[in-house]
């Protein structure tokens, strides 16, 4: 019988968080493709939703790199492309010419409103089952 050690232990924690991540980024795959969004999209509105006031609702893309999990290019990917589908409109910021602002559409605020619950009852029934 193997002894487990400290480190034995705390491998079997980062891998236990890392299957709980995956699956519940899958869940809310799932649950968001009828609504044409996945995990990824729907973080990236949530951040956008629930950005602080006094932006102007706008919030700089680099202020999203870091709290989602995905390279600048592949923000900037997906940001096109939720600008594509009406969700998100960028604007270049008049002080810094280098720097582009996001905000959510009126379209965008009615989708995130409409599949907020779903993600929110993912969240709980994931966590509850695996960290509870």
Known sequence: ??????DTRLEERWRDILT????TMC???RVLHPY????SDFEVLDLLATEPPGKGDQCRVQNLVGRVHLSQSALSRLIGRLEKEGLVERSVCAEDRRG????????GRELYAEVLPLQRAVLERMLAE???
């Open 1 to 6: 019988m193997a002894v487990k050690t400290a």
């Open 20 to 23: 709980v991540h995956a699956h």
């Open 27 to 29: 869940e809310i795959d």
């Open 36 to 39: 044409g969004l996945g995990a």
């Open 100 to 107: 582009v602002w996001v905000a959510l559409t009126p379209r």
């Open 130 to 132: 695996r960290v509870g």
